[in-house]
C-alpha cells in the first residue's frame, strides 16, 4: 500500500492559487466549510496552507474593516502561522502516517513538487478502522 491508496485527487480538492485576494480566499473557505485550505503558485507546486487563524491575525493586525477591506490583499502577501508540510507520492506511508497525526490533512506532490491532491486523517482512520473492524469479525 502506499499513498496513491489515500490520495484525494486534485480535481476534487478545493485550494487556493497564491495571487487570490483574500477575500476570494475567505469565501471559497466558507463555501466549502473548510478551516484549513493548500495553496499552491501559478507553477502548480504547493506553496503552503492557509488557515482560518491566518486570515483571523492577518485581519487584525492590518485593522481591515469588514471583508470589502481584504479584496486587494494577495493570499501570497499574508503571513502563514502554520506548517503543514507535503509528502512526495513515493513516500512511505510510515511517514504518512507521522504526518496525519500533526495535520489535518496531508498534501502530496509528484517528484516536481507539483501539487496533485491530499491524504485526510479521516480517510486514514477510516481504513484503518475498518481493518480492525475486518478483523474482529474474522476473530469471531
Known sequence: MNVLFFLKPKSEVAYLH???????????????????????DEEGRYAGTVTEGDFLWYILKCRAS????????????????????SVNVNAKLE????????????????DRGIFIGIVT?????????????????VKA
Open 121 to 137: 486523517r479521516k480517510d486514514i482512520l477510516s481504513h484503518f478502522y475498518q481493518k480492525a473492524m475486518d478483523y474482529k469479525n
Open 66 to 85: 469588514g471583508i470589502e477591506g481584504t479584496e486587494h490583499i494577495l493570499v501570497r502577501d499574508m503571513e502563514k502561522k502554520t506548517q503543514n508540510l
Open 95 to 110: 511517514d504518512l502516517l507521522l504526518m496525519t497525526m500533526n495535520q489535518n490533512f496531508v498534501p502530496v506532490t509528484d
Open 18 to 40: 497564491e495571487d487570490s485576494t483574500v477575500r476570494q480566499a475567505l469565501e471559497k473557505m466558507r463555501h466549502y466549510g473548510y478551516s484549513a485550505i493548500p495553496l499552491i
